[in-house]
């Protein structure tokens, strides 16, 4: 008879050859309709529809759920739970968790921005990778310059960034590992036994962490490449392990690291992919995955998984000379294999044993005979090294594990984890502690949870049950499928964390220590200052460490005597996304990055430090901390010069620097100073890529600025300005370096930095104000490619003789 397959999703011919090759012609042919089909070969993930039909002689190549594996903050968070769970059975031991340390550390936005940023201020020295949750093909991956500017999106992760790779002739590279699951219930997982190690395209380099060429290995990435001579090579495995042992190193030692990684990995998801299968329907007896894994190899030969890829890449990247021919050969027998493998050319009548159990077994051998290239990792050939790490075995993986090994097994039993229970009316009722739900279960379950939390094991449970059952009752019980229940009851109760494997080693520890069920939150600080900003007198609260190291050196000009006065309080929060800025109960901004924070924070000070009929002006003030009556204003509004200038010329001078005044109502009297950091651009510092050195801060048009606390003993006082300097980055004609100004020309430089009360622009009379009180002063257009002729031609050297600079 003949069959349809059918090839859908994101299919390119590169995609799905090597699976129409596969298929035994005599038996298929392509279909034409997308619900009409025996096989369907589907390149990224299909829509539940798919798989409504699915069963043992209907088959697709993928599983329900296997986004646990696939995205990559759900994979990390997958190992987090498998390793929360082994942590609380061992009851804080680590001979088993100590396993599972081979993925490096995610975090994913926005939920754990403030746990990322406080990782980073506790390790300035680690390095981070920035990643899309969803993405493929290397497509977004950047390292983090400055992690207080990452993004707040959903649609964003951070992973560690593993600093010491192996290296491949001085390369890095990562292995291209063909992972299949072909069945879930029970557990079976294959590894190929060829794949590819990757090279990156240029040395490693770590200091080079603007080069993606050379710490990125992704082909479509290299490919790009046009400096390199072999952009894109890979190096299948069988060379990779002849080079490992040419270089004097244990293959094999590495290669059961790996098996053990992939098969503890695939474990990490079981549960997902089973609870998502029934939830859609789906008969997974024809569902099966493959996986590609990438996995790093650091300096020490320890095997890292990086990521697991839904519908890897079959598309030949590598040229004939780098590697392209045996690219093809290992793809193409990949495909022929994984369709041999999981029966698709198989008959569709499977044979059937006496009893279920002697089924399980021979249809599990039956597939192993079929398996060419593919290596069995699950069920383990010693099942006694896994077990543990399931939630609870599934009835048929006990079997297949019984069936396996060559030593006695002893079944695994169960304590409470996040459950209390109590009995009333002869029905038990089961709190979950950690969600807060109450079940009451009928009287089976009653039986089952009291004689598991008794410390009775599955199967001895499933026999008191079966002698229960009325001899006189019609029909002989169905002890296989009583002990269906009472296993798949016990380990539903388990992946839910009502129930825990015992410690299979013994170890006993009185109580779970609270740490080990939980992760540890970000630390957190109480951090209170008064700050005083021309008529704002403001209090100050946050409790982010990594926000205090920022802002505090940069508020500490305007910082009160006390703490008592303050008419008002300014609360920074963390918050999912970000940070909030709480002003006297009213938000005031939100979802803000924490290098956006601080400039956030001066523009409410700077919006709020004018009382009526006033003026705040932001520029820089270059003046004495002891002669209020010559200071010196700079104006700052040009993108490219910023602060700079005028922090420059203060220094020449000898001369303290803050930023902002405010002017007031009585143009002629004295203005005062608010004390505001400098604001340097980021493309005239060095601080890219120094993390907590020189922090780069963010502006609310995104630009990039370094600041620097303004000089003490300026903020708060008053001060008589005597010159305004218009710094300009073109190049003057004067000689000089410098040109007089008419008010109404210096009045387009200062107005976008100016506001009245309750920062608003200012209003007519205010305008006029800031005209009459540009009159009075002496105004210059100064060259600030040739600061020294400038500063040569000015009258300040007069003005600020004699003072002396307080940093």
């Not at 599934?394 to 039993?413: C, F, G, H, M, Y």
Request: proline share 6%; hydrophobic share 35%; net charge negative.
């Amino acid at each position: 008879m003949t069959r349809h397959y059918w090839m859908g999703g994101k299919r390119t011919y590169e995609q799905d050859r090597f699976f129409e090759s596969s298929l035994d012609k005599a038996r298929w042919q392509a279909g034409d309709d997308p619900q009409e089909w025996d096989a369907c070969w589907y390149t990224g993930m299909p829509d539940p529809e798919y798989f409504a039909k699915v069963g043992p002689d209907r088959k697709i190549n993928h599983i329900p759920g296997n986004n646990a594996l696939t995205v990559k903050s759900r994979l990390y968070q997958s190992l987090v739970t498998l390793r929360e769970r082994v942590e609380a059975q061992q009851r804080g031991a680590s001979h088993l968790t100590d396993r599972l340390q081979f993925v490096p550390r995610v975090f994913s936005m926005p939920e754990d921005y403030h746990e990322f940023q406080q990782e980073a201020f506790d390790n300035p020295s680690s390095r981070w990778l920035l990643k899309p949750k969803n993405g493929a093909r290397g497509k977004g991956i950047q390292l983090v310059q400055d992690p207080a500017n990452i993004p707040l999106d959903s649609s964003w992760m951070v992973q560690e960034y593993i600093g010491n790779p192996h290296t491949m002739h001085g390369r890095k590279y990562v292995l291209r590992l063909y992972v299949a699951i072909t069945s879930v219930t029970p557990l079976r997982v294959y590894l190929y036994r060829q794949g590819f190690a990757k090279l990156a395209s240029e040395p490693y380099d770590e200091e080079n962490a603007d080069n993606p060429y050379s710490y990125l290995t992704n082909p479509d990435i290299n490919a790009l490449n046009l400096d390199a001579e072999v952009p894109v090579e890979f190096v299948d495995l069988e060379r990779y392990r002849a080079w490992l042992r040419e270089e004097g190193h244990d293959d094999d030692d590495l290669f059961a690291k790996i098996e053990d990684l992939v098969s503890l990995t695939c474990l990490s998801a079981l549960e997902s992919m089973r609870e998502r299968s029934r939830a859609i329907g789906a008969d997974t007896r024809g569902c099966y995955e493959l996986l590609g894994i990438d996995c790093l190899i650091d300096d020490q030969l320890k095997p890292w998984i990086c990521e697991c890829n839904l519908s890897p890449s079959l598309e030949v990247c590598a040229g004939p000379e780098s590697g392209g021919e045996i690219e093809e050969d290992i793809k193409g027998s990949l495909v022929a294999d994984l369709v041999s493998l999981v029966g698709v050319n198989g008959k569709t009548e499977p044979d059937h044993a006496d009893t279920p159990e002697q089924q399980l077994i021979m249809e599990t051998g039956e597939e192993l005979s079929r398996a060419g290239n593919f290596k069995r990792l699950l069920p383990s050939d010693t099942p006694a090294r896994y077990l543990p790490f399931y939630a609870l075995p599934r009835l048929e993986d006990w079997v297949l594990a019984k069936a396996i090994s060559n030593e006695p097994l002893t079944q695994p039993t169960l304590r409470r984890r996040y459950a209390e229970d109590m009995i009333s009316d002869d029905c038990v009722y089961v709190y979950d502690t950690r969600l807060g739900h109450l079940s009451a279960l009928n009287e089976t379950g009653s039986l089952i949870w009291l004689m598991a939390t008794d410390g009775a094991a599955p199967d001895d449970i499933a026999d008191a049950l079966n002698d229960s059952i009325d001899p006189g009752a019609a029909g002989q019980p169905d002890i296989w499928a009583i002990r269906r229940d009472v296993w798949n009851s016990l380990a539903d109760w388990a992946a839910n964390q009502l129930l825990v494997q015992k410690d299979p080693s013994g170890a006993s520890i009185s109580a779970v220590p609270r740490a080990v069920e939980a992760r540890v939150p970000g630390k957190t600080v109480q951090f209170s200052r008064v700050l005083e900003c021309g008529a704002f007198r403001v209090e100050l609260c946050t409790d982010s460490e990594p926000l205090v190291d920022r802002i505090e050196p940069l508020l500490t000009p305007m910082a009160g005597e006390s703490l008592q006065g303050a008419e008002s309080r300014l609360e920074i929060v963390r918050d999912t996304p970000g940070y909030t800025l709480i002003l006297d109960g009213k938000v005031v901004q939100s979802r803000l990055a924490l290098s956006r924070v601080v400039p956030a924070v001066m523009v409410c000070l700077t919006r709020r430090a004018a009382d009526n009929g006033e003026i705040v002006l932001d520029a820089g003030l270059i003046a004495s901390p002891d002669d209020p009556d010559n200071a010196v204003l700079v104006a700052n509004s040009d993108r490219e010069l910023g602060d700079l200038p005028a922090l420059e010329m203060a220094s020449r001078l000898d001369a303290g620097f803050s930023r902002a005044i405010k002017i007031p109502e009585d143009v002629g009297g004295l203005c005062s100073v608010l004390g505001l950091p400098a604001q340097m651009p980021e493309s005239k510092t060095n601080a890219a890529g120094k993390p907590h050195a020189s922090p780069i801060h963010h502006l609310a048009d995104g630009s990039g600025v370094m600041l620097q606390a303004a000089s003490s003993g300026l903020a708060g006082e008053t001060r008589r300005l005597q010159t305004v300097l218009i710094p300009s980055h073109v190049s003057l004609r004067e000689k000089t370096g410098i040109r007089r100004l008419s008010v109404s020309e210096v009045m387009r430089y200062l107005i976008p930095g100016c506001c009245g009360a309750d920062g608003q622009p200012l209003e007519s009379a205010g305008f006029s104000r800031l005209a009459d009180w540009l009159a009075g002063i002496d105004r210059y257009l100064v060259d600030a490619n040739h600061p020294e002729t400038a500063m040569a031609n000015l009258p300040l050297e007069q003005e600020t003789q004699g003072v002396s600079h307080s940093a």
